[in-house]
């Protein structure tokens, strides 16, 4: 058979076939770097507008925290008043109001206070008036107060000093009656300290005109407030026992 007959004995194509020719792989593995510059995204609208709300809530969860702090580690925020008053030393102490006390405010005549009342390690009730004729540290903490646990022990030293001296370091928990033993438990090791409680103090706080916690307010010989200092201080330094110096000689 010749070649003539070879091409005529193939068989021909059926209708419904048609001759297609083989297509090129034009795709590329997705592995690839095949080395085209891809257009940056420009962020949507949408993006930009949840970007700004996160910056804001982030904004607004730090003042919140700022405003809610002093409530949880000690200590308040004063307003703009108060910051003013704070500033203020006035009377016979404001020469002493110095070094860890600078920022004590001193008054120009004594201010009568509540004559609190509290109870001592042993739940029996005592008044502030009970220490009437000493000059009185009162100090007013809570053993949630991180603060107040870290300036204890100079207030320990502070009593120490003035052992037998006519000076009184009341230091005033503010704890709930669930606490009485935590307190005990921190105050005996801040000897010669002793256990006062009072689980209203923190209601009281007003009335005082404190701040918050912690806060020390000074007493001279008659039970009236001389002085006050809202916040953490140093209490066994020179300035605070020349204060104290000049009160207990009059």
Known sequence: MDSDELKTAQPAPRPDQTAQPIAEDGGEPKWRDTGKAQKKRRPSGLVIAVVIAAIVAIGVLGFAAWKLAPQLFGGAPLTGAESAVKAEAEGPLAPYVKGSIASMVTFASPQKIDNLAFLDRNRKTLHLADFKGQVVVLNLWATWCAPCRYEMPTLANLQKHYAGKGVAVVALSGDTDDKFADVKSFIDVQQPLEVYVDPD??????????????STLILNKN???????????SWDTPEVIALLDKLNAE
Request: zero cysteines; proline letters at 4%; aromatic letters at 0%.
């Open 223 to 233: 039970g009236d407030m001389v002085a006050r200092l809202d916040g953490e201080a």
């Open 201 to 214: 103090l923190v209601a009281k706080t007003s009335k005082l005109n404190v701040a918050g916690l912690p």
